[in-house]
């Protein structure tokens, strides 16, 4: 079976654009929220969020994107920083049959706000429509997906990549999670009393439930027999992925944490690597009571027995949750976790529930270095949408023995 690994990286989130940026601003306890401004939040009880208050601009294609929607707007620059970080010119892709997948739950929302609020609609909107841009600008010719799973979404476009690359269907592929704040999705949270009138606390005891944030993550994919023969740096070895649903409720997980368990194990078993062999859980985290204390449970069951204790972190308390963009994110965390044996906060996690606590399971508070073999990251969505994806060091790990 064909090995896939990460060649490039690149992020923008409200705690700043470049995966060097925001590595630093993870270990160092940055926090991106403040009053949004985007929008109007003066009705609104809440008015609070993670938002990028100063945009990177697109270094090859500004004057196209300017007119292309704020969701394009955040992913663009991302995505020149991961081909770049390839050593890819994000103008220069015809030499190969480059693909493109995008996690996304709102898409480029900003036309059906401007419909709702009764203004003129000048620009296209919808999920898809951020996959076109892109690839009119980068005048792709692989293979292109929109998924639209919610917040399981970035793991979702990742696990596809990984797919097309190993059936040769591209060369490279550009795997991306992308969410912009968006009105719609600010209130619907509101009114489900899911988000918390200061800040997130995952796993806390007095934690008041999730920040929305906004950003992107983008991987750079690749064979590592495509990647070795253009000589391209591989930063990761992409293991594997589990993908379920258990449709247990339209907003709630499954307390019994069936789905979750499921995908955890289905990642594993495709990595060919065992609970044992796990540095680090990449945790979905959003702060709520519900989703804590079900991916606890979740963990604890999987890793139940296991040779080592694992550590898990959430950054939701940095950045808040982006949505269809968090696993993404997420994603580029693990690699530099990989990299660099560092593992990032669980920022103002003070006082762990009791019922978000196991023998098995150790919450990272503060800036943790170990050694990392491999890291599993975990994202979760509504309707029961459980994803885990599996990341290992350069070398891969012992399904590439």
């Known amino acids: 079976m064909k090995e896939v690994v990460v060649s490039g990286m690149g992020v923008h989130t409200s705690i700043g654009f470049g995966t060097e940026t925001f590595w630093s601003g993870l270990l160092q306890g940055a926090c991106g929220i403040g009053t949004v401004g985007v929008f109007d939040v003066s009705g609104h009880i809440h008015k609070r969020a993670c938002e990028i208050k100063r945009m990177q601009p697109s270094a090859y294609f500004q004057d196209r994107v300017s007119g292309m929607g704020r969701t394009t707007g955040i992913v663009t620059p991302a995505v020149e920083e ?9 103008d220069g892709l015809s030499a190969y049959r480059v693909g493109l997948c995008i996690g996304t739950t709102m898409g480029e929302i900003e036309p059906l706000e401007k419909t ?85 606390r995952p796993f ?23 990647a070795e023969k253009r000589r391209a740096q591989v930063k990761a070895t992409l293991l594997g992925y589990g993908l379920c649903c258990d449709a247990h409720h339209i907003t709630q997980p499954d307390p019994s944490a069936k789905g979750a368990v499921r995908a955890m194990r289905q990642a594993l078993a495709m990595s060919g690597l065992t609970p044992g062999d796990i540095s680090h859980v990449s945790a979905h985290g959003t702060g709520t009571i519900a989703n804590d204390q079900m991916e606890t449970k979740a963990i604890a069951e999987v890793f139940a027995g296991s040779s080592r204790t694992v550590t898990v972190n959430s950054i939701k308390g940095h950045i808040g949750h982006t949505l269809g963009a968090a ?59 459980n994803s885990s994806i599996v990341l290992a060091g350069p070398k891969g790990g012992k399904a590439a023995s």
């Not at 919610?150 to 795997?175: H, K, Q, V, W, Y």
């Open 327 to 385: 696993s993404a994110i997420e994603a580029v965390m693990a690699v530099k976790a990989i990299e660099t044996g560092l593992f990032p906060p669980t920022l103002h996690t003070e006082d762990i529930d009791p019922l978000c606590t196991h023998d098995s399971v150790r919450l990272n508070r503060s800036v943790r270095s170990e050694p990392v073999e491999a890291v599993l990251s975990n994202s979760y969505a509504f309707g029961g949408i």
């Open 204 to 226: 806390d005891r007095k934690r008041q439930g999730l920040i929305l944030g906004e950003g992107a993550g983008v991987l750079v994919l690749e064979t590592r027999e495509h």
């Open 82 to 90: 991961a081909l770049q970080d390839a050593g890819l010119a994000p």
């Open 116 to 200: 709702l609020s009764g203004d003129p609609v000048d620009t296209p909107g919808g999920p898809h429509t951020i996959a076109a841009h892109l690839s009119r600008l980068l005048r792709l010719s692989g293979p292109q997906w929109t998924f639209t799973n919610a917040c399981s979404a970035g793991n979702f476009a990742i696990a596809r990549c990984m797919e097309e690359l190993r059936l040769g269907r591209a060369d490279i592929m550009i795997a991306s999670g992308v969410d912009s704040l968006s009105w719609v999705a600010f209130t619907g949270f509101a009114s489900l009393r899911a988000m918390s009138p200061d800040v997130c």
